[in-house]
């Protein structure tokens, strides 16, 4: 799941070498930390923040086939 959330923020902005995630894994949730440039990080949340939302459903669904579930912080 890290990897398909590294591939969509590497997709979404100009300077893919600054995303960096941080993960912390629970018994039942994991924890991603999404860090990107100061400047791209309204890419990454999108207007009204419907890119983040996308991103979050995409991981959730990718989650639910692990019978985890998953929280998304954009920092």
């Known amino acids: 799941m890290k990897d398909l959330l590294d591939y969509i923020a590497r997709?979404?902005?100009?300077?893919?070498e600054?995303?960096?995630i941080k993960e912390r894994v629970g018994r039942f949730t994991v924890t991603y930390e999404l860090s990107v440039a100061?400047?791209?990080t309204g890419?990454?949340?999108?207007?009204?923040g419907r890119v983040a939302k996308a991103i979050?459903?995409?991981?959730?669904v990718a989650a639910a086939?692990?019978?985890k579930?998953?929280?998304i912080d954009i920092e």
């Open 38 to 40: 100061p400047d791209e």
């Open 56 to 60: 979050r459903d995409l991981m959730g």
């Open 69 to 71: 579930r998953v929280h």
């Open 11 to 16: 997709s979404l902005v100009d300077t893919p």
């Open 43 to 48: 890419k990454v949340i999108g207007r009204s």
């Open 65 to 67: 086939r692990q019978n």
């Open 18 to 20: 600054a995303v960096q």
